[in-house]
């Protein structure tokens, strides 16, 4: 019953900027937490951005000072802004969500179906 639907991946030069966003819908109680992790070919899928429900964000030392995100959590709203793109930036982008659909549930982890991001010349 819990989606997320993600938008905003295309192809884009070295040093260009995107903007994803992710959207939450379904049955939910509360969300604690969301973020936005990338997996490219062959390698880990790995946090990229986080922040909580209290607004505290977090970022992958290879993403510092080039991506932020932002939303509003109460609104179930996340953005990644990606600002001075890299090649190596390549790969699929997935929301993620910490979400507890009644009081009484334990949180479990939400994913969208993901989004590319190519940074090609």
């Known amino acids: 019953q819990v989606q997320l639907v993600e938008s905003g991946g295309g192809l884009v030069q070295p040093g260009g900027s995107l903007r994803l966003s992710c959207a939450a819908s379904g049955s939910i109680f509360s969300i604690s937490a969301m973020a936005w992790y990338r997996q490219a070919p062959g390698k880990q899928r790995e946090l990229v951005a986080g922040i909580t429900s209290g607004g505290s964000p977090n970022y992958a030392d290879s993403v510092k000072g080039r991506f932020t995100i932002s939303g509003d959590i109460a609104k179930k709203m996340v953005y990644l802004r990606m600002n001075s793109l890299k090649p190596e930036d390549t790969a699929v982008y997935y929301c993620?969500?910490?979400?507890?659909?009644?009081?009484?549930?334990?949180?479990?982890?939400?994913w969208g179906q993901g989004t590319q991001v190519t940074v090609s010349s």
């Open positions: 993620n969500a910490q979400i507890r659909t009644r009081w009484y549930s334990n949180s479990d982890d939400y």
